[in-house]
């Protein structure tokens, strides 16, 4: 898929890997939403309209049905389509299982996979319609090999693959494709808290032995949007923390 002039939602990306996969798009021509529960700012409009492409905001909570459905329709509304759907958002709220609430888990739930689920099903409508899509899921290789104190935010990424590929096998037919991708320890506003000491700790457990960067993964969802023959699959960007044989 040629990128330039389609129309991209990036969910959550006012921020972290979201706003690096939405910079992303617009250096490939591709007209960007925005994505946040809160108000996108004047600013962060600017930014991506700097590259000579349209981008609109959107606000709205993921995890509602309804939100879900009326954000992809300002997104048609605005831009004239949705061509590329990247399911970013999502939260952390991380606790030993024997101390977590059932609010701490069920919140994690409905954000990182029901959310993934409601932006998914409204855009398909649109996507099924035009017989052409991508949808390009946020997971986790917490999700692939579980954490401790992450049991709702490694569920909440399992569920995501297991989401991902049964989408890819309804819309095939229809010339969508549904893949997921599965950070590792990247450098954010999350990792910047972290000591000395744990990033060494984490380190020591990668094969590259660093921290991957924001463009690593926006540069791996440009890769999927671009490819026709790709789907179902998760695609790993971790520097080798999660090695599958």
Do not use: W
């Not at 529960?37 to 590259?51: K, L, M, N, P, V």
């Not at 606790?95 to 398909?124: P, V, W």
């Not at 409508?125 to 999700?143: C, E």
């Amino acid at each position: 898929m040629d990128l330039k002039g389609k129309n991209v939602l990036v969910t959550g990306s006012t921020r972290g890997i979201g706003k690096a996969v939405a910079l992303a798009f617009a250096k490939e021509g591709a007209n960007v939403a925005l994505n946040g529960r809160g108000e996108i700012t004047a600013e962060q409009i600017t930014e991506i309209e700097s590259f000579g492409v349209k981008c609109i905001g959107v606000s709205g909570d993921i995890a509602s049905f309804d939100s879900a459905e009326n954000m992809i329709k300002a997104v048609v509304e605005g831009l004239g389509s949705i061509d590329i759907l990247v399911n970013n958002a999502g939260i952390t709220n991380d606790k030993l299982l024997l101390r977590m609430s059932e609010d701490d888990f069920t919140r994690c739930i409905q954000i990182n996979l029901t959310g993934t689920f409601n932006m998914t099903q409204h855009a398909i409508k649109r996507m099924m319609k035009q017989r052409s899509g991508r949808i390009i899921n946020m997971s986790s290789v917490v999700g692939l090999m579980g954490n401790i104190g992450q049991a709702n935010y490694a569920a909440s990424k399992a569920g995501v693959i297991g989401l991902t590929k049964s989408v890819a096998r309804e819309v095939a037919a229809r010339g969508i494709t549904c893949n997921a991708i599965a950070p590792g320890f990247i450098e954010t506003e999350m990792t910047e808290v972290l000591s000395d000491k744990v990033k060494e700790q984490m380190n020591q457990q990668i094969p590259l032995q660093r921290f991957g960067q924001v463009e690593d993964v926006a540069d791996t969802a440009i890769f999927l949007a671009k490819s026709p023959y790709i789907t179902g699959q998760v695609l790993n960007v971790d520097g080798g923390l999660v090695m599958q044989g």
